[in-house]
């Protein structure tokens, strides 16, 4: 369930700063490869569109923006009873998930 909150908060923060030069995609609370992985795979699954810089180790991420899809993913993270019935789901939704970042670069997803 953790991946799930992190997913809505992280949905909730794209929608508040898509329009900025450049995105902080900062979490309090949650690490920042965790934020990355998560960004990664709603792109992947067609959720965001995003364009990044990478300097050294470090990558910045110039847009993060949300597809029509990503869009409507956001109006369900917002509405609080919607949300709660995909986390009280959260079992298969995280492996449907998984099984899609699966399908999408073909390598077994992190645990």
């Not at 700063?17 to 709603?42: F, K, N, P, Q, T």
């Amino acid at each position: 369930m953790h991946r799930i909150e992190l997913i809505r908060r992280l949905l909730l923060h794209i929608e508040q700063h898509s329009r900025d030069a450049w995105i902080d995609l900062w979490i309090c609370g949650y690490e920042e490869d965790a934020v990355i992985d998560c960004v990664r795979m709603l792109q992947s699954l067609g959720y965001l569109e995003t364009e990044s810089v990478r300097v050294g180790n470090r990558e910045y991420w110039k847009s993060v923006r949300p597809t029509l899809s990503g869009s409507r993913l956001i109006e369900t993270a917002r509405n609080e009873v919607l949300w709660s019935h995909g986390r009280d789901n959260a079992t298969n939704l995280a492996a449907f998930l998984e099984s899609r970042i699966q399908d999408v670069d073909g390598s077994p997803a992190a645990p």
